[in-house]
């Protein structure tokens, strides 16, 4: 079964405190991205990454960092300096062809809560 | 950033009716896609055009682009209570070198009712 897996999918958090959102993908895509989106917006870019070991700032990046130590995982760390984190989390990749034609598959997402 | 504007914010027909979702952008790209949500779920791809066409069919979706309005439209037809969705539209401009990034409208929240 291909796709993309995010957990947990409800996560509840006290202030000041640091969680990660894991993002697994076994497509093979080289691609993936973290998206914010709040209740009746459209989703915000956070950080993406074209390749292993490389990442780069979205629109709202500031709060937030990752890694992309393997090609599969992409996880999404959102630190204490995040002011309103709370919102749903999705992580979705694509091939990353640079053709400018990709599609983008997303995960179920993870919503964020914070007490 | 560019983003794309979808119009209107919320729709609601009849099954068996259609359905039409504006979206309009402000800068070049490189392709435009929509996008569509079930309540509480990840997003699924419906359909990407080229800036360099003009109209697109899949189904029972249909999506035009005017690149010199900077604009695309979303048509559903003979919809069902299935299509009850948002539908988000999405451009991509490409980063700096050349990748994909999409910028997402604010949606279109669709009912479809029996």
């Known amino acids: 079964d291909g796709g993309i897996t995010q957990s947990p999918k409800y996560l509840f958090r006290k202030e000041g405190q640091n969680v990660t959102l894991s993002c697994e993908q076994n497509?093979?895509?080289?691609?993936m991205y973290w998206y914010r989106q709040d209740p009746g917006q459209g989703l915000r870019l956070i950080y993406y990454s074209q390749i292993v070991n490389d990442f780069q700032k979205g629109d709202i990046a500031e709060g937030y960092s990752v890694s992309r130590e393997k090609k599969e995982s992409f996880p999404l760390t959102v630190t204490s300096a995040q002011k309103n984190p709370t919102a749903f989390y999705l992580c979705a990749s694509s091939i990353g062809s640079g053709r400018g034609t990709d599609t983008q598959y997303f995960g179920p997402g993870t919503r964020l809560t914070v007490l | 950033s560019q983003q794309g504007e979808e119009d209107p914010q919320a729709l609601s027909i009849q099954e068996g009716e259609n359905a039409t979702m504006n979206c309009s952008y402000k800068?070049?790209?490189?392709?435009l896609q929509w996008y569509r949500q079930n309540s509480g779920r990840g997003l699924v791809h419906l359909i990407l055009?080229?800036?360099?066409?003009r109209e697109k069919h899949s189904g029972r979706l249909r999506v035009t682009l005017d690149t010199s309005k900077k604009s695309s439209s979303l048509l559903i037809t003979a919809s069902r209570a299935a299509d009850t969705a948002s539908y988000f539209c999405a451009t991509d401009a490409g980063d700096h070198s050349g990748y994909s990034t999409l910028t997402f409208g604010k949606g279109t929240m669709l009912l479809v009712s029996p």
């Open positions: 800068t070049s790209i490189n392709n």
């Open positions: 055009i080229r800036s360099n066409e």
């Open positions: 497509l093979n895509h080289d691609a």
